[in-house]
């Protein structure tokens, strides 16, 4: 008999946020359904729905064109013509896959250029390129923490729990953005190797970290400490990302993990940070050593992105980044909804009840605006929500038809 993991975005060991089953099962039909019935009756089974044509503010879903409100593509890079045209060469090139690990013989030249423009978006000496965001947060912390104790926030992203666990750490939560609690568990812990990890931006409810004052307490007390960027990077802080957004520096932070699949539009993720740790990754992260490298094609496409995002037009892109989300956060507010106080791209619109949330959702739908339902175990229960992602490209006409939509959905009409 195998017991199923339960899997969870943003929530402490042990915390019991749905009401999965969470049995002994084989691999029986029957015990697969009971558990699939389970889910189904609390609003929370998950099935895939095809998409067609490129990422934009408006795509082809199960059929029909609907706005959309449901992309990490905020900048609207993924189909940006420069970096569809490098990616094109490159494939041309050098053909689809890498066909190895980079130790073996996967490491495609492509990849130290990326590295050396991300080390110098982000201030550092030096960056690592992994497969995505997850397997880095999972090499990263496994190399960084073995045995230790990790300090995280309770609403950090499941990689970084998992991270935790995958190094067999203790992790200790503090409550989100309680710096005062994160001073007392440095205090209590000063006597075992400690390392302090947390969302820049948390990626269900698009607040920062407190980062200055997480940084300041890292520091005193030695800890080296971890910012999971990856809403961050190419959004603020002049596309720098949340740790240059407070003014702070690699000195700060010594750990930034990105990724390259949500504002730079690609796939993939990278940990910048000094020479020495980049060498101790490639000799220690199991996510790296273990895994065939990207398609070089996704490698070029970064690449093209980030010179949109370092550059003129990237800046002209945060703008109208800004101004749509000042545009849907004055709308959310008119209606009644709450609203982080925050310049990210990411407004959740809390519901409460995983079943009244699906059922809005279902109701944008209706009406031609995708905002898919966020449930446990993503997001702790009773907190079920509507993540809605503004992107630069969403005109203001895309916009208002979202905020009509939710007011007619949420009034029955």
Request: contains cysteine; glycine residues 14%.
């Amino acid at each position: 008999m195998v017991r199923r993991p339960r899997g969870r975005c943003q929530a402490a060991p042990g915390a019991r946020l749905t009401p999965f089953s969470g049995g002994p099962y084989g691999i029986g039909t029957m015990d697969l359904k009971r558990d699939l019935d389970a889910l189904k009756a609390a609003g929370l089974y998950r099935e895939l729905s095809p998409v067609d044509g490129p990422q934009g503010p408006v795509i082809t879903y199960r059929g029909r064109e609907v706005v959309n409100l449901a992309s990490n593509n905020y900048l609207g890079l993924a189909n940006h013509p420069a970096v569809v045209a490098a990616a094109t060469r490159a494939l041309e090139a050098h053909g689809l896959g890498s066909g190895a690990a980079r130790l073996i013989s996967g490491n495609h030249r492509l990849f130290g250029a990326l590295e050396e423009r991300l080390a110098d978006l982000k201030g550092a000496e030096a960056a690592l390129v992994f497969g995505s965001g997850y397997p880095a947060n999972l090499g990263l912390l496994q190399a960084l923490a073995p045995e230790g104790v990790i300090l995280g926030d309770r609403l950090n992203h499941a990689s970084l729990v998992d991270g935790a666990r995958l190094a067999g750490a203790s992790l200790k939560v503090y409550p989100h953005r309680d710096t005062a609690r994160l001073a007392q568990l440095l205090a209590r812990y000063r006597d075992r190797p400690a390392v302090v990890a947390t969302d820049g931006v948390f990626s269900m409810d698009g607040d920062l970290a407190p980062l200055p004052e997480i940084a300041a307490l890292a520091r005193s007390h030695g800890a080296p400490l971890v910012v999971d960027d990856a809403h961050g990077t190419g959004v603020l802080g002049e596309g720098r990302g949340a740790v240059h957004h407070f003014g702070l520096s690699a000195a700060d932070v010594p750990v930034q993990m990105g990724t390259l699949g949500k504002a730079l539009g690609g796939y993939g993720a990278f940990v910048a940070g000094s020479r020495d740790l980049v060498a101790f990754l490639v000799n220690h992260a199991r996510s790296f050593i273990y895994t065939t490298a990207l398609p070089p094609a996704v490698a070029a496409g970064a690449l093209a992105a980030l010179e949109i995002v370092t550059g003129p037009e990237g800046r002209a892109l945060r703008e109208r980044l800004a101004e749509n989300r000042a545009h849907l956060a004055g709308g959310l507010k008119g209606l009644g909804f709450s609203v982080p106080e925050a310049p990210t791209p990411i407004l959740p619109v809390v519901v409460g009840e995983a079943s009244a949330t699906t059922s809005l959702a279902a109701g944008l739908l209706e009406r031609g605006v995708l905002a898919p339902a966020v449930r446990p175990p993503t997001v702790p229960a009773g907190t079920s929500r509507l993540r809605l992602t503004v992107m630069a490209t969403h005109t203001r006409a895309h916009l208002d038809r979202a905020l009509e939509a939710l007011e007619a959905g949420r009034g029955g009409g």
